[in-house]
């Protein structure tokens, strides 16, 4: 099980990006996909999730509001639509996969991941 983690960048302070997390060899269906984001000299922090099937997501308080989480079922696709950033939000964002249809903060819970993509929000 592979996830694959894309769309970071740079950008100025109020702009948007979208990451994209799409996994090889499985389908969404029965996972829940959370965004998690690690900053220089920082722990991993959870950021959203998604677990389609109970219709339910998250959000952390520093990016709600901001942030959408979101799934494109025929690109067996989940995005994590980022607006309004702010130096803050500059991390490598990470993509990850649990089997268990429930959202979770904790890294721990989560059994595949990706490979991380860099978000820098710079002037």
């Known amino acids: 099980v592979q996830l694959q983690a894309s769309g970071g960048g740079l950008v100025q302070p109020g702009g948007s990006l979208r990451l994209s997390c799409a996994p090889s060899?499985?389908?969404?269906?029965?996972?829940?996909i959370g965004w998690f984001r690690q900053a220089p000299g920082k722990e991993r922090e959870w950021v959203s999730c998604?677990?389609?099937?109970?219709?339910?997501?998250g959000y952390a308080d520093s990016v709600k509001g901001r942030f959408t989480i979101s799934r494109d079922n025929a690109k067996n696709t989940v995005y994590l639509q980022m607006n309004s950033l702010k130096p803050e939000d500059t991390a490598v964002y990470y993509c990850a996969a649990r089997e268990v249809v429930s959202c979770s903060y904790y890294v721990s819970e989560y059994d595949y991941w990706g490979q991380g993509t860099q978000v820098t929000v710079s002037s």
């Open positions: 060899r499985f389908t969404l269906d029965y996972y829940t």
């Open positions: 998604l677990s389609d099937s109970v219709g339910s997501t």
